[in-house]
């Protein structure tokens, strides 16, 4: 019989059957206290226990964001209907096969992409079951965006008794993966063997995990898809955060107190005040709020601490798709794996994702396109989708999946993609499953 309930450090959940019952979901379980109130521009804190039973068969809302124009690309890809929304939004969901809580199976935590101002863990094309019928539990997760999530002062950091502000969705990433290594046994899951992987802002969030101190043993294996030179290739000082926080103050004419009792929407209407505004002065989109280097949560940016080695010793697999931006020398893919094998570190095994997606007025892989592939939910895609894109799906939701179980992507009736080596630099090409080399 599947497990149905499980017991967290918080108080007892109940889960819901999957669309194949042997597999449960557990929808919108709390992971923090809501970052609300005296919570903003808080660190995240553990939820309030419970009594009884807590029901998790609704995904909780997600993080306070703009609401797209029904006619936007990746509206129509990805978000058909508006999903609800609230400030409090620390809320995660687990697929597990487990019939009971002794099982260990392999964990991938998913971090979701949306440039740190969009996006949420259950948008429709993430779904766990195709990860459930692999032997593999699926956590996604929702974290603060926007100013809710990043926005830096002098006076917060002041406060702070760290002597840092901003980075609270970092440390909201962090705290998932700490209730994942607490509690995840409860749903059948293997602490000890957690893959932590995103894609665009989300992949730009695990090479700062992967980078940062206070994330060290929480997972063991990663996976970066499309981070690589997706928007500002260097993170922001902490002192540059702050100069944003204070010129937000003055254009808004609110200062930090002020900015703390806005009503939720208000606050958010901020963020695009603040982006707009700097467009308008410097001339260029930058991802004006994402982690910043503060020496507490990030002790270095990922393009001074990956080169020099002072990221996580794990296996990796990184890659990009066709008409992602042209990468920064310092996250290209290959420049990853020749870095690795510089600093005698595991081999990195490195993707290409060049599959012509059906329906495409401009044929080719455009930017989050895999994502329908690697979580296998390719019916649930408005496109004309024929046979090879299911066969493709289900090689790459093997690949990643085998990854998460053993730091190697190959498996039994699969192509093999070796690892990006002196010997054999390769780029595995997700297409026809041919392969590539330098």
């Given at each position: 019989?599947?497990?149905?309930?499980?017991?967290?450090?918080?108080?007892?959940?109940?889960?819901?059957?999957?669309?194949?019952?042997?597999?449960?979901?557990?929808?919108?379980?709390?992971?923090?206290?809501?970052?609300?109130?005296?919570?903003?521009?808080?660190?995240?804190?553990?939820?309030?226990?419970?009594?009884?039973?807590?029901?998790?068969?609704?995904?909780?809302?997600?993080?306070?964001?703009?609401?797209?124009?029904?006619?936007?690309?990746?509206?129509?890809?990805?978000?058909?209907?508006?999903?609800?929304?609230?400030?409090?939004?620390?809320?995660?969901?687990?697929?597990?096969?487990?019939?009971?809580?002794?099982?260990?199976?392999?964990?991938?935590?998913?971090?979701?992409?949306?440039?740190?101002?969009?996006?949420?863990?259950?948008?429709?094309?993430?779904?766990?079951?195709?990860?459930?019928?692999?032997?593999?539990?699926?956590?996604?997760?929702?974290?603060?965006?926007?100013?809710?999530?990043?926005?830096?002062?002098?006076?917060?950091?002041?406060?702070?008794?760290?002597?840092?502000?901003?980075?609270?969705?970092?440390?909201?990433?962090?705290?998932?993966?700490?209730?994942?290594?607490?509690?995840?046994?409860?749903?059948?899951?293997?602490?000890?063997?957690?893959?932590?992987?995103?894609?665009?802002?989300?992949?730009?969030?695990?090479?700062?995990?992967?980078?940062?101190?206070?994330?060290?043993?929480?997972?063991?294996?990663?996976?970066?898809?499309?981070?690589?030179?997706?928007?500002?290739?260097?993170?922001?000082?902490?002192?540059?955060?702050?100069?944003?926080?204070?010129?937000?103050?003055?254009?808004?004419?609110?200062?930090?107190?002020?900015?703390?009792?806005?009503?939720?929407?208000?606050?958010?209407?901020?963020?695009?005040?603040?982006?707009?505004?700097?467009?308008?002065?410097?001339?260029?989109?930058?991802?004006?709020?994402?982690?910043?280097?503060?020496?507490?949560?990030?002790?270095?940016?990922?393009?001074?601490?990956?080169?020099?080695?002072?990221?996580?010793?794990?296996?990796?697999?990184?890659?990009?798709?066709?008409?992602?931006?042209?990468?920064?020398?310092?996250?290209?893919?290959?420049?990853?794996?020749?870095?690795?094998?510089?600093?005698?570190?595991?081999?990195?095994?490195?993707?290409?994702?060049?599959?012509?997606?059906?329906?495409?007025?401009?044929?080719?892989?455009?930017?989050?396109?895999?994502?329908?592939?690697?979580?296998?939910?390719?019916?649930?895609?408005?496109?004309?989708?024929?046979?090879?894109?299911?066969?493709?799906?289900?090689?790459?939701?093997?690949?990643w999946t085998n990854f998460a179980k053993q730091g190697n992507p190959n498996g039994e009736g699969l192509p093999l993609w070796q690892a990006y080596t002196a010997e054999s630099p390769e780029i595995y090409e997700l297409n026809s499953c041919s392969k590539k080399h330098e």
């Amino acid at each position: 019989m599947a497990l149905r309930i499980a017991d967290t450090h918080a108080g007892r959940v109940e889960g819901i059957p999957c669309g194949n019952p042997s597999f449960t979901v557990f929808k919108g379980v709390p992971y923090a206290a809501p970052p609300v109130g005296p919570l903003r521009f808080r660190p995240p804190e553990p939820p309030a226990p419970w009594a009884g039973v807590k029901k998790c068969d609704t995904f909780g809302p997600m993080a306070m964001q703009g609401v797209s124009n029904p006619g936007d690309f990746y509206q129509k890809e990805f978000f058909p209907v508006n999903l609800p929304m609230s400030e409090d939004c620390l809320y995660l969901n687990i697929w597990t096969p487990a019939q009971n809580g002794n099982e260990k199976y392999p964990v991938m935590l998913w971090i979701h992409g949306g440039a740190y101002v969009a996006g949420c863990g259950y948008e429709m094309e993430f779904d766990g079951e195709a990860f459930c019928k692999r032997g593999v539990i699926l956590v996604t997760i929702n974290y603060r965006l926007g100013m809710f999530g990043y926005f830096a002062h002098r006076e917060l950091s002041q406060e702070s008794g760290k002597g840092v502000s901003g980075n609270y969705g970092l440390l909201d990433q962090i705290f998932a993966l700490k209730w994942v290594k607490d509690n995840i046994h409860a749903f059948g899951g293997d602490a000890d063997n957690v893959t932590v992987f995103g894609q665009s802002a989300g992949g730009g969030s695990v090479q700062s995990l992967i980078c940062s101190t206070l994330a060290k043993g929480l997972f063991h294996k990663a996976i970066v898809q499309s981070a690589a030179g997706i928007g500002t290739p260097d993170n922001d000082s902490l002192a540059e955060a702050e100069n944003l926080g204070a010129e937000i103050c003055e254009i808004s004419s609110h200062d930090v107190a002020a900015l703390k009792s806005l009503p939720a929407h208000s606050l958010y209407e901020l963020t695009g005040t603040a982006i707009g505004h700097r467009i308008k002065k410097e001339g260029s989109f930058k991802l004006w709020f994402s982690p910043n280097v503060d020496g507490y949560v990030l002790p270095k940016s990922p393009v001074a601490a990956i080169p020099a080695g002072e990221h996580m010793d794990i296996p990796y697999m990184i890659g990009t798709v066709e008409k992602d931006h042209e990468p920064h020398k310092a996250f290209c893919p290959v420049n990853w794996g020749k870095n690795h094998i510089r600093l005698g570190r595991k081999p990195v095994y490195i993707y290409h994702f060049n599959h012509d997606i059906p329906g495409n007025d401009n044929p080719g892989a455009f930017h989050s396109g895999e994502l329908w592939y690697i979580f296998g939910t390719l019916a649930r895609c408005h496109r004309p989708m024929g046979a090879g894109d299911y066969q493709l799906s289900l090689q790459m939701t093997d690949y990643w999946t085998n990854f998460a179980k053993q730091g190697n992507p190959n498996g039994e009736g699969l192509p093999l993609w070796q690892a990006y080596t002196a010997e054999s630099p390769e780029i595995y090409e997700l297409n026809s499953c041919s392969k590539k080399h330098e």
